[in-house]
């Protein structure tokens, strides 16, 4: 039997069934990934399997280096080849890592290869797939249609001028590529040259001059108001926990003018001026009716040596251990207090914090939109089978997993859509499983809708974006309009 078959990881008949039936064939709604919005508006064609696979793959950069790779073959400049080849004689090495799964799904989603990679089969599967990619449908746009991509949102600093989603959205493509707004330089008064550099950055953007911190404010506004005008609903925000030192517009205007000046910023300074400016973008983000993301609990930059050598986002990023809660119900009780508290996605990457914080987002549903508050999908270091149990328990039993908006790929390379299929998979064996001890009715017209809405309708449902597939437009967050304000 091929390793990846009909049913992989499907335990029971149930299972199987549910899957088959209800899960396999929806459409993929990616609310959130790190896709380059220039590969998808070119319509990359990728030259190989490396260019494709290991290109910006941090996942797979660290399960090389842990096996004795050399950096040369990561990040360096080692050939294309001999970078796959290096990456092939790592994988038997990932046996129970997700890495074995996912590589191997898409091995067989992408080029219907079912061989096992390893040093002897690398040089077959090579050329085999390098062949496959020159063909039109493994290019960036025919990825999208081959996964049924129906909604793509990418991750987008306010700076950018969005110029490859307007050229896409021209292209007649049945895929939805939108940005998601993500101010988190926007916080970064503790790096006082960067912060500066970015502000330059922004200001030409806005096309204003930001000589005060009422000028930083407009900037920001203007630019969320042009991310909204070509279609954007969604900010994120990667925080290693929510701020909440709340502070007067003053005091923030005061940090403010410290780091314009390249004068050092204190912790305490650094914490009050990022509670402002997360109080100033969720008042944004409830005017206008988008959902906001918060991806919680990352420790980033470990290893100081190799990030001053490679930079960030190359695999020295770890699991936090940040207390969570006091703060984050800080945070989101000052915008319910003012109705300004926008539909809202929370990721946690600490699975020791899932029940804290699927019980905290109970809090503030409302009854004004199904899951408003929404305990996110798997993320990161969690988005594997087991993270996604995890988490999975962890909403059932502290909130309604039916209104779940399902999986995200959250990645950086166009071979990850087989984690929505990997997701729907560890979703079936479970509910197949509680069916078959019969902990929840055998009832199709109950297991139908809740696969379903979770794999893609729920989603589109819950995301205010316009998509023009046969449906009305999402309804926007129903609650008055909050009224643009700043604290006292």
């Known amino acids: 039997m091929k390793f990846i078959h009909t049913d992989f990881l499907l335990q029971t008949p149930t299972a199987r069934r549910l899957y088959h039936q209800f899960a396999a064939d929806e459409p993929v709604f990616d609310y959130h990934c790190h896709l ?184 920001l506004k203007l630019r969320h108001d042009f991310f909204h005008a070509r279609g954007c609903r969604l900010s994120d925000h990667g925080l290693n926990q929510c701020f909440a030192d709340f502070c007067s517009e003053k005091a923030a205007a005061a940090v403010f003018a410290k780091a314009r000046r390249g004068a050092a910023v204190s912790p305490l300074e650094s914490a009050r001026f990022a509670s402002f400016m997360m109080l100033f973008f969720g008042r944004l983000d409830a005017e206008k009716g988008w959902v906001k993301q918060l991806h919680l609990g990352a420790l980033r930059g470990n290893n100081t040596r190799l990030l001053k050598q490679l930079g960030p986002d190359t695999g020295f990023d770890s699991i936090g251990d940040f207390p969570q809660c006091a703060a984050l119900s800080a945070y989101l009780d000052r915008l319910d207090q003012e109705n300004a508290l926008p539909k809202t996605v929370v990721y946690n990457l600490n699975p020791a914090d899932n029940y804290a914080l699927a019980a905290m987002l109970g809090n503030f549903q409302d009854g004004t939109v199904p899951g408003k508050l929404q305990f996110g999908s798997g993320w990161w270091f969690l988005d594997q089978k087991e993270g996604m149990k995890w988490q999975i328990n962890a909403l059932s039993n502290l909130g309604l997993l039916s209104r779940f908006v399902g999986m995200v790929t959250d990645s950086r390379s166009f071979m990850s859509y087989p984690r929505h299929e990997y997701f729907r998979r560890t979703l079936c064996n479970l509910i197949g499983r509680d069916v078959e001890c019969g902990e929840i009715p055998a009832e199709d017209s109950l297991l139908g809708p809740l696969l379903a809405n979770i794999c893609y309708q729920n989603a589109r449902e819950y995301f205010p974006f316009p998509i023009e597939d046969g449906l009305p437009e999402a309804p926007a967050h129903p609650s008055p309009k909050a009224r643009l304000k700043r604290p006292k």
């Open 36 to 219: 380059s919005p220039k590969d998808v508006a070119e319509n990359r064609q990728f030259k190989n399997l490396s260019e494709i696979w290991l290109e910006g793959d941090h996942y797979k950069w660290r399960a090389m280096r842990a096996n004795g790779v050399g950096e040369g073959f990561c990040t360096g400049a080692a050939a294309p080849q001999a970078k796959f080849q290096a990456w092939a004689a790592t994988v038997p090495q990932t046996l129970r890592n997700p890495l074995y799964h996912w590589t191997h799904l898409e091995l067989s989603r992408y080029f219907g290869i079912h061989e096992l990679l390893n040093e002897s089969s690398a040089a077959r599967i090579w050329d085999r797939a390098n062949e496959q990619l020159a063909a039109p449908g493994l290019s960036t746009q025919g990825i999208l249609k081959k996964f049924k991509v129906k909604v793509v949102c990418t991750t987008d600093d306010p700076v950018d001028s969005l110029e490859y989603h307007r050229l896409f959205a021209a292209s007649g493509h049945p895929t939805r590529m939108l940005p998601a707004y993500r101010p988190d330089k926007a916080l970064a008064v503790h790096q006082p040259v960067a912060f500066n550099l970015w502000v330059g950055q922004l200001a030409a953007a806005a096309n204003v001059d930001i000589a005060r911190f009422a000028d930083f404010l407009s900037a």
